[in-house]
């Protein structure tokens, strides 16, 4: 979708949502500011969280079979991953989030294991 922004250009609200997820604080508020301006413009709601998991790791006492999903950019981006886009990644961030209720399944499977 593409709307006018505050200062009258053009702005494809979908690609900066994309965008937010890598961009500075001080990108982050001006881009949010815009984005909450058109919505009060055009009068409708924008979703901004969606209801997920989370999943914690000791990455020096816990090791998973097949490495970490994503971990060349683990440090890259700290504690604020991107989302993934590639499927793999998806399902192998999907197998971390097994630990809410079925923690024993990847311990059994040796998905999970101490380093």
């Keep these: ?6 200062d009258g250009k053009p702005v494809d609200v979908d690609k900066v949502l994309n965008e937010m997820l890598y961009m500075s604080e001080d990108d982050v508020k001006k881009a949010a500011s ?3 301006w058109i919505a009060n413009e055009n009068a409708f709601g924008l979703d901004w969280f969606q209801n997920v998991t989370g999943t914690w790791f000791n990455m020096k006492t816990t090791k998973m079979a097949k490495g970490w999903p994503m971990q060349d950019q683990i440090q890259k981006y700290n504690r ?5 886009t590639d499927p793999e990644d998806i399902e192998r961030i999907a197998e971390t989030n097994f630990g809410f209720g079925n923690n024993w399944l990847m311990m059994v499977t040796q998905g999970w294991m101490p380093n």
């Design 80 to 84: 604020d991953m991107p989302l993934p």
């Design 34 to 36: 815009d984005l909450v």
């Design 1 to 6: 979708m593409v709307l006018p922004g505050p």
